[in-house]
């Protein structure tokens, strides 16, 4: 039986999934070359900035009950509005999706599987990807609770592993960087919270909508949480300078552990295979949400016929930029510059005129 | 529908076996250790300035049921950088090499003066992404050829001699292990660096002391002495025996562990103190029926002549490193961690500070126990 409700539970699990994905790696460096020792300010001031707009988007569902988002933003602005802000919405998805997926080829490619071409990594992801993508949001929603504790699993993993060896003094001098930078900090950690666009989506199916905000939240919190850890495990297990060289030292920071008793090295390909797990969970979600996207846009009854044909889509799309730096020159700005439009102002937006709406209807 | 299963099940058995492309861990090398000598035919140049060492077990020589005799392998040649060399073997090994388990990189002394190979070489390890990030560094007194040729007869295992030397004397503070990573690190911070030193004598490795680098380029050897009590102010108090002559009577005294605490603060210039906690007991004595250990007078009068022992072999070993303006046991790094904004005004001229900065050390030992006799 397909309820087609999920619980706020589910709800939680797919932010956190969602979210935590190629960004966790490539963070803590990120950031210490903009703020230094203090990069951990911007993940929490990133994740700070995230709420308001949780809590409009919590306020915009009670307005209309039992309505999505799709419904809710033709009524409120219109469909040809409504409609190229969709559009905008979908070639973002694209971009992220190519993004995550290229990523996940590079890093897949470097640490484990040296031989193996780019191409074959990306589409065999991407189609193991597109078989969860084409279920409905409950199953997703499933999944999403099964991977909630490996996500868990891999932070401690992390912790377990890196914290005999660390040299904890690294993290100081706190409160020293520059704060002129501080924006720039924030705009690249919050790039790390793509993603969260999903909640859109499960919002109206939620079969306890008072309480959502609450779960919403507190799977924030987690996401933060995650963050932090990874960023001060990796700073103190490298050192501020250290940190800066690398470009993926989530996953460097591994490779610098020799557990007691030397039973087992080069940990990388354990926290590897993990992380793989969270790049699939996260892929899936945007996935499923470049095909709802889509299927409004064209308004068809299901989003499922918009998951294969985007594969080819995505895959030439990732495959576009030379080399590493280029992705993550190029791709990460225009996702940048595409997320406010589709994660700050689309919300806002769609709030306002919402509000303006009920104020005309009432008069 | 049936027979299609069928036909499928087998194509799949022949295609998924994962076989096809299969290496066999005896079609492997694993070079364990890696020693870097310079090369001064070729002075002047760019490339080829490197004679670089492998060493690799003989895989078939491991275990119960080897089949060959001899236990490992050594192979050298000239060439630009590490990894150049595994390319320019490949014309005299049967198969490629693997370098996952680098576990020794042994430079030789006369690399140390080229600044830009030390560099380079530092650099391709770090970048690389197959070596472990744990390799052990030593410096060779001679050449690292020799040293790995010296070992090279002698009893194997998989890891590697000299990997376990290190490893094992972890609990030593006669030397100081540096992996690539702390390396690294310690450039980064203070431009200095103090890694173990391998000798040869009477024909076998010995490692004893370190060797200070700093700028990337050999500044200066140090003593097992010296490199205990530096090991002790870098906090890195591990199990050690100390011998001091106290009233004429020479006393064992094994530390077991210990901490230090250091501050560094301006005032009329900057000012360092380090204060070591010591604790440990009491190894041997002397056999006589009028002396004894069992006595708290005694024991604290013991404590007093060990305390003014390692005191002493500090305050030399500081002045020492003032003298050769090396600032190995983190004075700077604390500055930077702990006093930031004193740390900006001061750091440009650190090189000058340094050997001018007033030190305050304090030893403090504790005989916690006397061992089974009174």
Wanted: glycine letters at 6%.
């Amino acid at each position: 039986m397909q309820r087609n409700t999920i619980s706020n539970q589910h709800i939680k699990a797919l932010l956190v999934t969602t979210i935590i994905g190629v960004g966790m790696l490539s963070l803590p460096s990120e950031l210490a070359m903009i703020l230094e020792n203090d990069g951990w300010i911007a993940i929490i001031l990133a994740g700070l900035m995230l709420i308001p707009f949780l809590i409009i988007i919590d306020k915009l569902f009670s307005m209309f009950p039992n309505k999505s988002i799709f419904e809710i933003g033709r009524e409120v602005m219109g469909p040809t509005i409504f409609g190229i802000i969709l559009i905008i919405q979908a070639i973002y998805t694209i971009i992220v999706l190519a993004y995550t997926v290229r990523i996940f080829g590079e890093v897949i490619k470097v640490y484990i599987l040296e031989t193996t071409p780019i191409e074959v990594i990306i589409i065999t992801m991407l189609l193991a990807t597109a078989y969860l993508s084409r279920s409905k949001i409950e199953v997703l929603g499933r999944m999403a609770v099964m991977i909630y504790p490996i996500i868990i699993g891999l932070v401690v993993f992390l912790l377990a592993v890196t914290l005999p060896d660390m040299d904890y003094t690294n993290i100081f001098p706190i409160f020293n960087a520059d704060y002129k930078q501080l924006p720039r900090g924030i705009m690249t950690a919050v790039f790390s919270y793509t993603g969260y666009e999903i909640i859109f989506l499960c919002y109206n199916y939620s079969d306890d909508n008072k309480n959502t905000l609450k779960y919403v939240l507190r799977g924030l919190i987690v996401v933060t949480c995650v963050y932090l850890i990874v960023f001060f495990t990796s700073l103190s297990s490298f050192g501020i300078y250290q940190l800066k060289r690398e470009i993926w030292p989530s996953v460097a920071v591994v490779k610098e552990v020799n557990l007691p008793g030397y039973f087992l090295e080069n940990l990388d390909g354990i926290m590897l295979a993990i992380w793989v797990i969270a790049i699939y969970a996260s892929l899936t979600s945007i996935f499923y949400i470049g095909g709802a996207v889509l299927s409004n846009i064209s308004k068809t009854k299901t989003h499922e016929l918009f998951i294969l044909p985007l594969i080819p889509i995505i895959y030439t799309v990732a495959l576009l930029p030379d080399n590493l730096v280029q992705t993550n020159e190029i791709m990460a700005r225009i996702i940048s510059y595409a997320a406010i439009i589709a994660r700050v102002i689309l919300p806002i937006i769609i709030f306002i005129s919402a509000i303006i709406r009920k104020r005309r209807s009432r008069a | 529908m049936r027979r299609k299963l069928l036909i499928m099940s087998i194509i799949s058995l022949i295609l998924m076996s994962g076989c096809w492309d299969k290496e066999e861990i005896e079609q492997r090398l694993f070079v364990t250790d890696i020693g870097i000598d310079l090369n001064e035919e070729a002075k002047g140049s760019d490339v080829d300035r490197l004679i670089v060492t492998y060493q690799y077990p003989n895989i078939n020589a491991i275990g119960k049921n080897a089949t060959e005799e001899q236990r490992t392998y050594l192979i050298s040649t000239i060439s630009s950088s590490i990894f150049q060399a595994g390319r320019e073997f490949r014309n005299r090994v049967p198969f490629p090499f693997y370098y996952k388990h680098v576990k020794v990189l042994i430079v030789g002394e006369s690399l140390l003066k080229e600044e830009e190979l030390v560099r380079q070489i530092l650099d391709e390890l770090n970048r690389d992404t197959k070596t472990n990030k744990k390799i052990m560094i030593l410096v060779a007194e001679g050449k690292a050829r020799d040293i790995l040729q010296a070992n090279y007869s002698e009893d194997q295992h998989t890891d590697g001699v000299i990997y376990s030397s290190v490893r094992d004397n972890r609990s030593s503070a006669r030397f100081t292990p540096k992996t690539l990573t702390d390396f690294i690190s310690d450039f980064d911070i203070s431009n200095t660096t103090i890694v173990p030193r391998i000798i040869l004598e009477n024909g076998k490795f010995k490692i004893s002391g370190g060797c200070i680098i700093k700028n990337y380029k050999f500044l200066e050897w140090v003593d097992e002495k010296e490199n205990r009590v530096i090991n002790f102010m870098n906090g890195e108090v591990n199990l050690e025996t100390i011998d001091v002559v106290h009233n004429d009577d020479l006393i064992i005294y094994t530390i077991i562990r210990g901490d230090t605490k250091k501050d560094a603060y301006i005032e009329n210039g900057v000012k360092a103190s380090i204060n070591v906690e010591i604790e440990g007991y009491l190894q041997g004595y002397t056999m006589n029926d009028k002396k004894t250990a069992y006595d708290n007078k005694v024991l604290l009068e013991m404590e007093n002549t060990i305390e003014k022992e390692i005191k002493a072999e500090m305050e030399k070993t500081i002045d020492k490193l003032q003298e050769i303006n090396a600032d190995i046991i983190g004075i700077g790094e604390h500055m930077s961690k702990f006093h930031p904004r004193d740390w900006e005004k001061i750091q440009d001229s650190w090189d000058n500070i340094f050997p001018e900065i007033e030190f305050d050390v304090t030893v403090n030992v504790h005989i916690r126990r006397t061992g089974l006799t009174k």
